[in-house]
């Protein structure tokens, strides 16, 4: 049974070099997990749709929300689903800062990546926007 989980949190500083070893680890350890998905990021906000089996999707969110290379995790979307949107990508990225703005516009009120100050269905919305848009890249950019 698969489901589909989005949360967001904050960092002290999202660095390339913190970008790089969560995906360097995402892509050693997500594919035998059976999870894919998206990471987003803009100033000090993350934000990542993981999907795949409930069991290893809940094991991983609960081994993120107690990361320290971040804080304020909160759950922004949870669902059972009977396919995948972001089957394509073991851990995909997306830089919201080299994100056309009228793409963030178009969800929020400022051209900025603030999943805290919206429902989890317009960060669901956005993320679709950005597979549409083909922004989300398969390495660091
Ligand atoms: C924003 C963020 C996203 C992460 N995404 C993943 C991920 O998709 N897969 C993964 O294995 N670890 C991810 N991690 C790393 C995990 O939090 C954790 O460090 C890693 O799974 C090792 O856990 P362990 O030390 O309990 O074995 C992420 C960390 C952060 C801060």
Redesign the pocket.
């Known amino acids: 049974m698969l489901v589909r989980l989005l949360y967001a949190?904050r960092?002290d500083a999202v660095t390339p070099e913190?970008i790089d070893?969560?995906l360097a680890?995402?892509r050693?350890?997500?594919p035998a997990?059976g999870?894919t998905?998206i990471?987003c990021?803009g100033g000090d906000v993350?934000m990542?749709v993981?999907e795949g089996g409930r069991e290893p999707v809940n094991d991983?969110y609960n081994?993120?929300?107690?990361?320290p290379?971040?804080q304020g995790v909160t759950l922004l979307h949870y669902a059972e689903i009977a396919e995948r949107r972001f089957a394509g990508w073991t851990?995909g990225q997306v830089n919201l800062q080299r994100v056309n703005p009228s793409i963030l516009l178009k969800y929020s009120e400022r051209p900025v990546l603030d999943p805290y100050a919206v429902s989890g269905k317009v960060s669901m919305a956005l993320l679709e926007e950005l597979i549409a848009t083909a922004c989300i890249a398969s390495r660091p950019s």
């Open positions: 949190s960092a913190l070893a969560i680890r995402s050693v350890t997500n997990l999870i998905g990471l990021h993350f990542q993981l991983l081994r993120i929300v107690r990361d290379r971040h851990m």
